[in-house]
């Protein structure tokens, strides 16, 4: 009979960290179902190129902000593995999709923290109750959390303080699925050079130069460094690690 390859669910995964992570997760052999809010054209760039792996790779359309369309994107979700892989499973969930916010206290708007509260916490939360049913046991959840619950950067206060959220519900998460050898962590990523908050640390030389001067390594991330973390995750290999917080920032701010 033949072996049913392990499935990951990555969203956000077009552009940016998540597509390095689809990408370094399918050269682990584990197919792959990426989510894209907007852009379709880079979703399926993505698609191609894990299929030229020669992994199996689908992209979904996914606002998760509205968790009330979680429940038909699982039921598409499912329906497409049963036909495809003959299980309406999959193996692991990275819950990474998001977007930036920098506002300083006196100036954000409740709108915003709305905003920001239903893609970073409230999505992660419904998105990850609504693919329980359809998880594997002895899969992995991996949340993508911030160096910026840790370093304190004015303007940051609403971003930081839900994904410290995020941090917290993955250790209660991790807690409530170990019966199930389900195993949760979150890694929390430094300054990355991607197009994330307009690319500020990518396309900005002051920015980049700065956060590079307080980092051990001497420069800013990479999006490689964070996506082989995350397809680690996903291996046998880290079986053994389990509600974990694992900031990836180069020795950031230490």
């Known amino acids: 009979m033949e072996t049913r390859n392990k499935i990951a669910l990555i969203t956000g995964g077009s552009r940016g960290l998540g597509r390095n992570m689809a990408l370094a997760i ?4 584990i197919d792959v179902v990426i989510t894209y809010h907007t852009k379709k054209e880079a ?12 992994q199996s790779a689908w992209a979904f359309q996914l606002d998760t902000s509205n968790t009330k369309s979680f429940g038909s994107f699982v039921n598409e979700l499912t329906i497409l593995l049963e036909k495809e892989t003959n299980s309406p499973n999959i193996d692991f969930l990275i819950n990474n999709a998001g977007t930036a916010l920098y506002a300083p206290i006196a100036d954000t708007t409740e709108e915003q923290v709305d905003e920001v509260f239903n ?3 409230k999505g992660v939360f419904f998105l990850t109750q609504k693919m329980l049913p ?10 993508i959390s911030s160096g910026l619950t840790r370093i304190v950067m004015p303007g940051s206060a609403v971003y930081g303080s839900l994904k410290s959220a995020v ?5 209660y998460q991790a ?16 300054a990355i050079e991607t197009d994330f908050g307009g690319g500020r640390v990518r396309d900005n030389k002051e920015i980049n130069e700065q956060i590079a001067s307080f980092t051990a390594l ?6 490689d460094d964070i996506g082989k973390v995350v397809a680690f995750l996903c291996t046998e290999d880290a079986y053994w690690i389990n509600a974990q917080r694992i900031e ?3 020795g950031q701010g230490i």
């Open 248 to 250: 990836i920032s180069g």
């Open 134 to 143: 359809f998880m594997n046991d002895s899969g992995g959840i991996v949340n």
């Open 218 to 223: 001497g420069r800013t991330g990479l999006p």
């Open 175 to 190: 807690k409530e699925l170990g019966s199930r050898k389900i195993r949760v962590n979150v890694i929390a990523p430094g």
């Open 167 to 171: 941090e917290t519900l993955t250790r």
């Open 43 to 54: 979703a399926d760039e993505v698609i191609e190129q894990i299929r030229l792996m020669g």
């Open 119 to 121: 893609i970073h916490y």
């Open 26 to 29: 399918a050269r682990k052999g």
